[in-house]
Nanobody, 124 residues
Framework: QVQLVESGGGLVQAGGSLRLSCAASGDIFSINTMGWYRQSPGQQRELVARITTFGVTLYADSLKGRFTISMNNAKNTVYLQMNSLKPEDTAVYYC??????????????????WGQGTQVTVSS
């Protein structure tokens, strides 16, 4: 099992900034990617950004330039710096980790876990 602890959400005025953090712990063994998704009421969960342990990033096109994802491999922690926030950024933000574990017989088992989500509210 891998546990994800998210922090940094809250209420901010439009134009402001927030920094989300997500720390992974437990039976991690090897992480491939970590990322952030968000979901607004009545909407599907959508990609915000993902990052590999080599630092390769992927962003939702609409968020490029305002959001920055980074990762501290040593701490198994991913960050999302959100600047110039808009009311439409209001959503629950979820952390995701993708990786795998290996047992004593070298059997590799992939995993994919989600955090419980952290609310981000941007007031106009």
């Amino acid at each position: 099992q891998v546990q994800l602890v998210e922090s940094g959400g809250g209420l901010v005025q439009a134009g402001g900034s927030l920094r989300l953090s997500c720390a992974a712990s437990g039976d991690i063994f090897s992480i491939n990617t970590m990322g952030w998704y968000r979901q607004s009421p009545g909407q599907q969960r959508e990609l915000v950004a993902r990052i590999t342990t080599f630092g390769v990033t992927l962003y939702a096109d609409s968020l490029k330039g305002r959001f920055t994802i980074s990762m501290n491999n040593a701490k198994n922690t991913v960050y999302l710096q959100m600047n110039s926030l808009k009311p439409e950024d209001t959503a629950v933000y979820y952390c995701n980790v993708n990786g795998g574990t290996m047992d004593y017989s070298a059997h590799y088992s992939p995993y994919d876990y989600w955090g419980q989500g952290t609310q981000v509210t941007v007031s106009s």
